[in-house]
């Protein structure tokens, strides 16, 4: 048998950084996220002699899967070698999320190689130890992923804002030069500001939950953008400084100040990378892109709408 599951990327819109428990790998601020169609994560799993992981073609060192591999084969009641093949509809490890939806359909393909028709919130659990964000890639829509929480749970399904788009600034395809996990830790233990950005989030994921309900475009962009600058100001004030930004990044941003005063409505966002992600109506999607990419000139768009969850199967 073979166990197949696909998994969509989930971009946080309302931002976790830093961990509560480095043991459990939860977050010590909540986040509110979107799971996008279409940048996905394609994954295999199957019995071997082995275990072994390969990400695009290319066989992954064992250590960065084996914890992870061990955590499910005791969680699921399995006993054997894995051979795990997943392949990515978009940059791998360059700040758009591909950890989110990997480790998401990593835990789909291994559940459905093993027998098991699990709950997504189950699902959601399990694939916490690979990643944290993972937790919301097994949900389509929007989630939540709680301060110290255990998975993350819908906050609203795939079609409940038809109009809502993605618009993403890819700068860079090259893998970032430090992983997020280690940037995280990075910034909890050397920013002056980490505190105080761990104390701050819950008001801002308590507002832009209401936004969000409310599908209220002028509430939540001003709520996105003030969520990731404050993430990058620990970043930035990290020892030594967490410089992911590169000089299309500040163009990308600059050319929205300038979209936004002329009246498109465009929020933008950002992870540990230098990748842009633009939410806006879908009417002005076109224009966004048309405008991104006469004033940036060499950047790559993509765009997205909120996908659905995990699917998981098996064949012969």
């Keep these: 048998m073979t166990g197949h599951a696909v998994a969509g990327a989930s971009l946080a819109l309302i931002k976790y950084w830093g961990k509560r428990s480095a043991a459990d790998n939860t977050p010590a601020t909540g986040s509110l996220a979107v799971t996008l169609a279409g940048l996905e994560s394609r994954t295999q799993a199957a019995f071997a002699d082995r275990d072994a992981v390969t990400v695009n073609g290319a066989e992954q060192p064992p250590e960065r899967f084996a914890a992870f591999l061990d955590h499910l084969r005791a969680e699921l009641g399995l006993r054997e070698s894995l051979s795990i093949v997943s392949e990515n509809t978009f940059p791998t490890a360059a700040g758009l999320a591909s950890s989110s939806s990997g480790f998401a359909a990593l835990t ?3 559940a459905a190689l093993a027998g098991l ?16 964000s993972a937790t919301r890639s097994l949900f389509g829509g929007f989630t939540v992923f709680d301060a110290g929480a255990l998975a993350a749970e819908q906050e609203q399904a795939e079609h409940f804002w038809p109009e809502f788009r993605v618009v993403i600034a890819v700068v ?6 430090r992983s997020s996990r280690s940037a995280m830790e990075s910034s909890r233990l ?3 500001y980490y505190q105080r950005w761990v104390e701050t989030a819950p008001a801002v994921l308590a507002d832009a939950r209401g936004a969000l309900a409310s599908r209220d475009w002028t509430r939540l962009g001003p709520l996105v953008r003030q969520s990731y600058l404050r993430m990058f100001a620990t970043m930035f004030t990290s020892e030594p400084p967490l410089l992911y930004w590169q000089p299309a990044t500040v163009a990308v941003l600059q050319a929205l100040e300038h979209l936004r005063a002329e009246g498109l409505t465009a929020y933008e966002t950002m992870d540990a990378g230098p990748q842009v992600k633009i939410f806006c109506p879908v009417g002005h999607a076109d224009a966004l892109e048309t405008e991104l990419s006469r004033r940036v000139p060499g950047i ?3 765009t997205a709408a909120p996908g659905p969850g995990l699917q998981a199967w098996t064949t012969p």
Excluded: C, I
């Excluded at 028709?117 to 944290?132: E, F, I, K, M, V």
């Excluded at 860079?172 to 030069?177: I, L, V």
């Design 172 to 177: 860079d395809e090259a893998q970032k030069p």
């Design 108 to 110: 789909g393909a291994v």
């Design 300 to 302: 790559h768009l993509l």
């Design 117 to 132: 028709d699990l709950p997504p919130n189950r699902l959601s659990a399990l694939a916490r130890l690979g990643s944290g």
């Design 190 to 192: 050397t920013s002056p």
